[in-house]
Structures are given as C-alpha cells and as structure tokens.
C-alpha cells in the first residue's frame, strides 16, 4: 500500500507555509496601526499648548462642534428615511425597468468625486440652478439659499441615501427563500410584512451602517468647504483645515482633531461593543424572489413613482455636469501636455493608480491573515482604523511630523497616495471578503485533504473567485483617491494640482466653464476605471441546463 | 489496516454547559466497509472528520498500519472524503475537478489526462469533462466526487451521506463503483442514514 507521507510530499504547494498567510498581514496591519499612532502621537507632540477649556470657552468652538454634530444627525436622519421606502420599492419590484442601472449608480455614489457632485448640485439646487428657478415660479416667496445648513445636508442625502438603501436593500434580499416564500403564500403585506420579515432583516445592520454614514457626514470636508457658509457652517474638519493652512494654529488643530477622535472613537467603540457591523458593499446576486401581494396594482404606481423621484435626485447633478461641461471639454485640447487638466490628470493618476494598488494588496494580505484567531484583533483593528481615525486627523499628524522634508513632490505624494490607500481599505476590504469566504465548509475540506494550498489555493481556488471583486476594488481605490480633496488639500501645491484641486481653483477663480469641463472629465476618468475593471474581468456566462438543488446564482456568476 | 483506539472528541463549550463527548475504538480491514447511522448529532460526521484530520482529536489515536495519523494534516492522511454535497469547485470544469486529485496544482501528464477521459466513460459521463458543475445534475456531480476520490488512489475512503437525493439509476452506479474499490481492497467508511445503502455495501454496520 502506498506511503502517505511520501506521496503528499512530492506534491508539497509552493508557498503553503503558513506563515506565508499570516506575516505579510500582520506587517500591514500593524504598519496601519504604526503610521495611525505616529499620526496622532505627532499632533499632540507638535500642539505647544493643548488648552481643552477652549472647547467651552471658545464661542466659535462650541459653534462648531455643534454644528459638526447637527449637520451629521441631521444627515443621517434624512438619509435614513429616504432610504428606507427606497430600499423596500426596490425590494418589491425586482423587475422595474433599469433597475440594474440604479443600483450600479448607487453603488457608485461612495466613489463619485465629492467637489464634482457640489458643482453638479449648485446647477441644479443653487440659486440660478434649474430646479430653483422651476420651483421659484410657483412658489415666488420661496426663501432657499443652498450654501450653508441646506446645501452640506442636501449633499450628504445625495451621498448617502444611496449607500443606506443599497444595502438595506441587500439585507432584505438576503432574507431565506423559504421565509419569503411562507410570507408569500400567507399573503403578508403592509406593516406585518415590515414586522415580520423587513424589520428583523434591516435591523441588524443598521447600528454599523448609521455610525458609518454617521463618521462620514462627521468628517466631511469638501462639502462643507465649498457649500459651507462662513463660521456659522464650519465643521470640525473645516476648522482643523483652517488652523493649520491658515491660522498655523497647532494647539487648536490638534485640539480640535482629539475632539473628532473621541467623537468617531467612541461611535465606533460603542457600535464594536454591540458586535454589529455594515456590509458597506453588494457581495452576492440573490435569486428570484417569489411574487408578493404588495407589488402590484396602486402598490406598483407608489413604488414606481418612488424609484423614479429617487433616480431623478440622483441622475439631475449628473446631468447638469454632463450639461455645462459638454461644452468646454469638447473644445479643451485634451491631449496637450502644457494644459493645467493633462497634467492634473496625470498627477491625479500618478496618486490614485498606486493608491488602488496599494489598498487592493493590503486588503487581500490583511483578509489572508485575519484567519488566524491570534491575528485576527490586530487585523480586524487595522480594517476599521481608517473610519475611525479621519484622514485629515492622520494626514494633519503626519503632515507637522515631516514638516521640514516632505514637499509637495515624491515623498510627499507618496503619502498621499498611501493615506489614500489606508483610507479606502475599509470598503474594500467589504468587496473582497465575501468572495472570500463564499468557498463553503465541504469545498475548503476537500481543498486541504486535496493538498491544495498555497499558491494551488490561491492559483485554483481563490483567484477564479476573487478576480472581479478585485478589479472592482482597484476601482473602487483608485476611484476614492481620484475624488480625494482632503488629504491632498493638506500636501498638494497650488502649482500641481490634482483635478479636484484644479476643480476647486477653477470654482474659486470663477472660472466656470473650465471648471465644468474638469469636473465632466474626472466623472469620466471615474467611469473608465470602472469600464476597464469590469471589460477586463469579464467571463463568458453560463446557461446551466440543470441547476442542482443549493446552487446560487453567485456560484453561476463564478463559474 | 485501521486502528482507531481511544479516540476521544468534544467540542469547546463552557463547563457549566455539558455538551456531547465522544470516543471512538474499533479497526477496519483493508476491502472492508463498514456503514454507520445513528440520529442527528449522534457523532457519525464528527467520526469521520476526526479520521480526515478536519477536527482535532482530544485524546487516542488512529493508526494505518502501524502509522499514526494523528499528528497528520489532512492532505498527509491516506484518506480521501466525499460529501453529501459541494464536493466540486463550481468554477473548475469536471476535468479540472477530477485532475485535482492527481496533482493539487493541476499539473498533469498526458497519461493522467487520458485516465480521466477513460473513467468518465466508464461512469457514463463521456464527453463531460469540458462541463462545469452547475450544467450537471445531482447524481452525475456524485459520480465525479466519487470518481475523482478513486484516481486519487487512497486506500481509506470515507463517505458522508454521498448518496442522500439521488435516484435509483444514480445510486446503482456509485454501489458498483464502490463495490469496485472494496474488491481493490480499499476500505471504506460510509454514513449513511439508508438501509439500502447499507445492505448493499456494508460488511459491518454500526450503530452510533
């Protein structure tokens, strides 16, 4: 009888020594942490004297830490309540004309340039805006001023609303088939559909994803730069900004960044305590749902006219960027390397190919390495760091550390492009590791007794499976550092902008049509990143002639 | 031939809560199958994965022919499972699925490449190979799992519920592959919840 041990060594995998998993991990994961604890440790180093009783002392302080906090429960509230019918439209009508093409907008809404989608809503909601002046005809009395209170809580709706729905969307769709057939077949509808199956389905993820539509409305920062209105509408972030590019006020800054430390710290210490989190992005295709009662008939007209109202919110800022800007990018000459839009283009792809890059292959060697009980805290700290820890809070630290060497060229943009990186890695680390984890208890059983390991793991078993989610991660980094107006507004030089930086001098300079053309073009940049992700990972479909029992349409999509 | 003695599992829990404890001991031949069925949570898949090296035993040994496998990974134990479901890689085609049992990374010589053709044949599934998983049904899936356990050419198979949902066409197969093997003097250890099953293939049956 044939030897074991002799057998399986021949065919030993290369690179199936554990370690291989857990070291490259562990060393991001803990340089995450270093480089967030070097950050921070430098701004309370740098801040000559941290005078804390200047929070109630200080009336502009109190201001704005009020403000920081209203404007972020103002936003999420309002996200909150749109979202939800959204959500639920959605979920009823699996089958309403570009519906696919709402939700990849959706989707895309936590990538779209911030400073692009504000010029896009002051065409539309802004005083001369097309929606302003319809509504002005009918309602003459109309007071509405979008720069202030209004404009930074219309823009976070417009942000996210989308992101809130579409994964609300995604826990009702996660509801078992069996539930929703019983439901079905009891004929359930109306508020005991909402007790019964939408509530418990929505309820678990809500804790995680509230703290983080709440981090990101805390943290905000272009928005409030250019819709915020004077020292009546500046928020913490704001303010850092301002005491260190223009008051060289350290103590305050570092005041003011400990304050939003403790703010997003303690939300998202309280939010791990309760043990929920948010699946930030869509990781599985479900099946089809089976017919409901609550879909058709003056049901279906409601729903209908929700999804529309909601698609026209988003697709209006859109379409007025496509508008003023078609104009002056048709003109541009595009190809010209002395014109300030080539050369942002080209330092803005110079930051954010490598941003992507760098956040795609941390994530998959932090995911490789949170399988390990031991590493796992580490791993799981180092993933969420980024929300917690805002990226002006880090940039801020790290920017009064090198100070006296780090200029506004290479090293000083590969932190940017790193800082970029760091903070993308919590809603990439959502894309990668569901597929991940898709490879089911019998599947990983048969691997290993297979003595497929290592790099046969990975060559066979993993990269069939990770391929698009990956590709749609670059995407997705080097989307979020494409549209990135705070870590650059700290490094960044006037001379060499990047394209939001551009936008925003163009927008400062009244140079409007200039600016609308830079805008158009980042929309595009962003949409050909995310063209080229998905052409290159694009696998021929299958068409099973016999589905077998326990088979997801995910499996299929795999396949 | 198999020597489990003494082999002793129970899963984490706390000591308040007083959660089942299992031993194992008793020896199999090589050729011999035997059948085990019991209610649900009476051991039989934590039987078998304590064989396979997928739980870690508290105490005890298994032996193949004197050796201990204990201390072994699942891919240094002479064994080779198969499930009652998600035995295939839904991305791989049946060859590739099959091949994996020569070479984890699929690297495969030309005679290894025309044994696999020749065994779909003789298991009715000529001309499958370039076909993924999800085009198959229940009971071809079973016959690939199964065939790719044989041409991986361990003398110890163990087989949890692998015939649970097929037809009777489909399970007639697998008993003559798996009568097959027992000739060839593997031994097998197959739970199984089906008198048939166990009538056609079982030399022992136990009870757990």
């Known amino acids: 009888m044939q030897n074991p041990l002799s057998f399986c060594n021949a065919l030993r995998a290369p690179l199936s020594h554990p370690g291989w998993q857990l070291a490259p991990g562990l060393l991001v ?149 069996s539930q929703k057939r019983l439901a079905s077949q009891m004929g359930l509808r109306g508020f005991m559909l909402w007790r019964v199956l939408e509530w418990p389905a929505m309820k678990p993820v809500l804790p995680g994803l509230l ?62 305590r309760l043990g929920e989190h948010a699946k930030v992005l869509s990781e599985q295709r479900f099946s089809q749902p089976p017919p409901r009662r609550d879909n058709r008939g003056r049901a279906r007209f409601c729903d209908a006219a929700l999804i529309l109202v909601f698609a026209v919110f988003l697709l209006l800022p859109l379409l007025a960027i496509v508008a003023r800007g078609y104009p002056g990018l048709a003109t541009l000459p595009m190809f010209n390397p002395q014109t300030p839009l080539f050369q942002a283009t080209v330092k803005s792809l110079a930051i954010a190919v490598p941003a992507g890059l760098l956040a795609v292959i941390a994530t998959l060697a932090i995911v490789a390495a949170g399988r390990f009980p031991r590493a796992k805290t580490v791993t799981h700290s180092a993933g969420y760091l980024p929300l917690i820890v805002p990226p002006l ?54 691997a290993d007794q297979l003595g497929i390991l290592g790099w046969y793991r990975w060559r066979w078993l993993h990269w069939p499976r990770l391929k698009r989610p990956l590709a749609l991660a670059l995407a997705y980094g080097v989307g979020l550092s494409l549209g990135d107006f705070g870590v650059i507004a700290l490094f960044g030089s006037p001379s060499a902008p990047t394209l939001p930086v551009l936008l925003y001098q163009q927008l400062g300079s009244y140079q409007l049509v200039a600016a609308a053309a830079t805008g158009l073009w980042l929309i595009l940049l962003l949409l050909i990143v995310f063209s080229l992700a998905h052409v290159l990972t694009r696998t021929a479909r299958l068409r099973p002639f016999a589905r077998p029992q326990n088979l997801s349409v995910m499996d299929i999509r795999h396949a | 031939m198999l020597d489990v003695s003494g082999l002793g599992f129970h899963y984490p829990t706390p000591p308040e809560q007083h959660g089942p404890k299992w031993q194992f001991d008793f020896t199999l031949s090589p050729g011999e199958c035997l059948a085990i069925h019991g209610a649900s949570g009476s051991g039989k898949s934590t039987l078998l994965n304590l064989l396979a090296g997928f739980l870690h035993a508290n105490s005890g040994s298994i032996r193949w022919h004197q050796q201990e496998l ?95 949902g097929l037809d009777s066409d489909a399970r007639h197969i697998l008993h003559g592959l798996l009568l097959e093997q027992k000739r060839d003097g593997v031994a097998i250890i197959l739970a199984s919840h089906d008198a048939e099953d166990r009538q056609v293939l079982a030399d022992r049956v136990w009870s757990l």
């Open chain 1, 393 to 446: 809070v880090l940039g801020t630290g790290l920017f009064l550390l090198f100070r006296p060497s780090l200029g506004v060229a290479g090293p000083g943009m590969l932190l940017v492009a790193f800082i970029n990186a760091m903070m993308a890695l919590p809603f990439i680390l959502q894309l990668v590791r569901g597929p991940l984890a898709s490879l089911n208890q019998s599947s990983r059983q048969q």
């Open chain 1, 211 to 272: 703290a983080l539509v709440f981090t990101l409305c805390f943290t905000s920062f272009a928005i409030v730069m250019t819709l915020g209105g004077g020292p009546g509408a500046t928020t913490l972030e704001v303010a850092i900004y301002q005491a260190l590019r223009f008051e060289f006020d350290f103590g305050r800054a570092a005041l003011l960044a400990l304050v939003q430390l403790s703010i997003c710290g303690g939300l998202w210490w309280l939010v791990m």
């Open chain 2, 70 to 164: 204990t201390p072994l990974p699942p891919w240094e134990r002479p064994i080779t499972s198969v499930f009652q479901e998600h035995n295939l890689f839904e991305h791989l085609n049946v060859a590739d699925n099959i091949g994996l049992g020569f070479h984890p990374g699929l690297k495969l010589s030309g005679a290894q490449k025309i044994e696999i053709c020749a065994a779909l044949e003789r298991v009715g599934l000529a001309g499958m190979g370039k076909r993924r998983p999800a085009q198959l049904s229940g009971g071809q899936r079973q016959r690939v799992a199964l065939l790719r356990a044989l041409l991986r050419g361990q003398p110890l198979l163990l087989l949890d519920e692998p015939m649970t």
């Open chain 1, 29 to 177: 994961a803990l340089a995450v942490i270093t480089l967030t604890a070097t950050g921070v440790s430098a701004l309370l180093w740098q801040a000559p004297a941290l005078n804390p009783a200047e929070l109630w002392q200080s009336r502009y302080l109190r201001s704005v830490v009020s403000f920081t906090v209203w404007q972020a429960l103002l936003s999420v509230l309002i996200s909150t309540l749109l979202a939800i019918p959204v959500a639920r439209a959605l979920a009823r009508q699996p089958r309403f004309p570009g519906r696919g093409l709402l939700l990849r907008l959706m989707e895309l809404s936590l990538v779209m340039p911030t400073i692009v989608v504000v010029s896009g809503l002051v065409n539309v909601y802004g005083r001369q805006g097309w929606l302003t002046g319809v509504v002005s005809d009918f309602i003459p009395a109309l007071q509405w001023n979008l720069y202030g209170l209004n404009g930074i809580v219309l823009a976070h709706v417009f942000f996210n609303a989308p992101l809130i729905a579409r994964i609300l969307l995604q826990a009702l769709e996660a509801i078992p088939q």
